[in-house]
C-alpha cells in the first residue's frame, strides 16, 4: 500500500505542541514563523507549517508556489549548526522508494497590513516512520528530540526558520478502527457473511454526533476498499507494510455520492467477498487480519477493519 497514502488520513485531536517556541524573522515587511507538531494518529504525523504577516502600513505582494517550502531541515543541537540529520527535500517513500514531487503552480496575492496567512503551500505533513524509521522498515535515525528549521522560497527569496522542537520515536500506536473526519466518526468492523458461498461483510459505520444535520459523501461504488494480511503487525502498519497479502483486483472509481445525517443518525455501508475470492490457490486456511481504506471526498481514511477466520470448507 505504500506510505502515499498517508497523506490524505484525516487528522485528529491528538497533538503536541513542539517544545522549543520557533522565533520570527523578518525579510522586506514579511514576518515568517514556522510551527511544527506531532499528530497522533497511526502514524504519527509531523505537521510543520510556516505563517506570513505584513508588518507594514501599506499592502504588500506576495510570491510563493507548490515548491516554495524547499526544506524541512532537522537538527541535533539548538543552535542548528553543522550538516542537518534529516533533509525532506531528500524524501524517498520508504516503501517504494520514490521520490516525492511537488505541484510547480505559481500564486500571486495581496497582503493587507498587519494581515496573516498560512498557505497550504508553506505547509509539510510527513509520518515521522520517514525520519525515524519503523519496525517493518529498519531503523534511519534514532529516537530523541530534533530541532527544526523551515526553508521556504517567497518573493524570490530563501528564508529560513527556526521551527522548534520535537521529540521522535521509531514506536507506532496500531491502526484505529475509527477516524473522525470533518466531525463524523467513520468506524469499519469484518464479520462473517453468508455461509453457501462462505463470504465475509465489511461494514462502514457513519454516527452524527453532533447536534446539528450534517453532510457527508463517499464513492459510490466502492465506499471502502478491504486489504487482507496474514501477519497483525503488518496490518497494524498498514501503510508502511508494502503489498497486502490479499486486495480486490476491481480498480475503484471514485465518483461520489453524497448523503446527509440527522443528529444521532448513521449510516452503514457493506462490501461483501468471498472466502474464496481472498484465498485463491495460494492462501492457507486461517485467521486473517484485516484493512480498509475509506474513499471520502477530497481524502482517504485508513482503518482496522477486525479480523475473521477464513476457510474454504
Known sequence: MGSLLIAAIALGAGCQQATDQPNVVTANGLSYTAEARLVDEAPTML?????????????????????????????????????????????????TGSFFACTSHRVDRELAPDESFSPEELRLLIPTYEIVGHPLLGRFLPDG?????????????????????????MKQAPLPSQRISDGLPYRVETGAGSISPP???????????????????????????????????????A??????????????????????LAPE???????????????????????????????LEDRTLLLSAGDVDLQRR
Open 145 to 169: 528530540s530534533y530541532f527544526l528549521a523551515a526553508q521556504v522560497l517567497v518573493n524570490d527569496r530563501v528564508i529560513e526558520i527556526p521551527a522548534g522542537q520535537v521529540a521522535l520515536a
Open 199 to 237: 463470504t465475509i461483510e465489511a461494514r462502514l459505520t457513519v454516527t452524527n454526533t453532533s447536534n446539528t444535520r450534517l453532510a457527508a459523501s463517499v464513492a459510490r461504488e466502492c465506499p471502502l476498499t478491504v486489504y487482507v494480511y496474514r501477519d497483525l503487525g503488518r496490518r497494524d502498519a
Open 265 to 295: 443518525e448513521s449510516r452503514q455501508f457493506i462490501v461483501t467477498v468471498t472466502t474464496a475470492e481472498i484465498l485463491g490457490h495460494s492462501l492457507p486456511d486461517g485467521r486473517y487480519y484485516m484493512a480498509a481504506v475509506v474513499w
Open 47 to 95: 505537521d510543520v507549517s510556516v505563517t506570513l504577516t505584513n508588518e507594514t502600513a501599506k499592502i504588500l505582494q506576495v510570491k510563493y508556489g507548490g515548491c516554495s517550502f524547499t526544506h524541512l531541515l532537522m537538527f541535533d543541537n539548538p543552535a542548528r549548526s553543522g550538516a542537518p540529520m534529516w533533509d525532506s527535500a531528500n524524501r524517498r517513500d520508504p516503501v
Open 239 to 260: 501503510y508502511a507494510a508494502g503489498k497486502a497479502d490479499w486486495r480486490p483486483a476491481a480498480r475503484c472509481y471514485l465518483e461520489k455520492s453524497v448523503f446527509y
